[in-house]
């Protein structure tokens, strides 16, 4: 048993891999025979991660306020507290806050054989990102 306590600062997403501000709280991290990685990410309004894709897909669960996704050739989906997304392993994706509210998330996922979580690409621009119809 091991316990980490409450006392790890909250890391700030890189901007290679997110746009806005957008801070990482971890929750588990792979050891041993675990290749389970989870984290609390939270993201200012407007906030997202760049395009990406999971080795052994992924799950989110929304825990706080009003957030978008979406896969490659997609629409852009609207999510809320207690939804959750599954992306399959290799898909292109995106998630974030909506463009005025906060939005919290689990994030769920295994990693692969040499403990890669994604392969990230290129961000997802202004334009991408509001052709939401808002909800
Ligand atoms: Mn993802």
Same mark, same amino acid.
């Given at each position: !048993?091991?316990? %980490? ?5 909250? #890391? %700030? *997403?890189?901007?290679?891999?997110? @746009? =806005? ?31 990406? @894709? ?8 929304? @825990? ?9 050739? *997609? ?20 998630? =974030? ?5 906060? !939005? %919290?998330?689990? #994030? !769920? ?9 994604? @392969?990230? =690409? ?8 509001? #052709?939401?119809? #808002?909800?």
């Amino acid at each position: !048993m091991q316990i %980490t306590r409450n006392s790890i600062d909250s #890391a %700030t *997403g890189p901007s290679e891999w997110f @746009t =806005g501000v957008v801070h990482v709280d971890t929750v588990a991290t792979p050891a041993a025979a675990s290749r389970l990685s989870a984290s609390s990410v939270h993201f200012t309004p407007s906030a997202r991660t760049a395009w990406h @894709t999971h080795p052994n897909g992924q799950t989110i669960y929304v @825990t706080e306020g009003i957030g978008r996704c979406q896969r490659r050739g *997609g629409p852009i989906e609207v999510i809320r507290p207690g939804d959750r997304v599954f992306f399959e392993p290799g898909e292109h994706h995106w998630h =974030g806050a909506a463009p005025n509210r906060f !939005m %919290t998330h689990l #994030a !769920m996922l295994d990693v692969d054989d040499d403990g890669n979580n994604a @392969t990230w =690409g290129e961000h997802v621009t202004d334009e991408e990102y509001h #052709a939401a119809r #808002a909800t």
